[in-house]
Nanobody
């Protein structure tokens, strides 16, 4: 089992950057696909980015391609989401999630482990 704790959220101006971190517990972390999702007020939780267990495969939502980068450090049990050129529509709670299996997926139903989320607010 994996426990996930996000950090790094906050208030940033439009066009700015933030780096989210997700600390994972458990010796099997390196075997999990890791993903980031976000939920804006009054909207559904949507996929942002995911990374395969090995770190060799990444997938991104079209809306964040070229601006966001997901990465992991298996030695430290950490996952990161570097977010650049943020816009106000990306204000949301950002969640780190873990899925069993090696292949990155955008399907939230495949993720069994979720953090408590970290708030990102982008001001205009």
């Amino acid at each position: 089992q994996v426990q996930l704790v996000e950090s790094g959220g906050g208030l940033v101006q439009a066009g700015g950057s933030l780096r989210l971190s997700c600390a994972a517990s458990g010796r099997t972390f390196r075997t999990y696909v890791m993903g980031w999702f976000r939920q804006a007020p009054g909207k559904e939780c949507v996929f942002v980015a995911a990374l395969s267990a090995s770190g060799s495969m990444t997938i991104y939502a079209d809306s964040v391609k070229g601006r966001f980068t997901i990465s992991r450090d298996n030695a430290k049990n950490m996952v990161y989401l570097q977010m650049n050129n943020l816009n106000p529509e990306e204000t949301a709670i950002y969640y780190c999630a873990g899925a069993v299996g090696p292949i990155a997926t955008s399907m939230s139903s495949q993720y069994h482990y979720w953090g408590q989320g970290t708030q990102v607010t982008v001001s205009s």
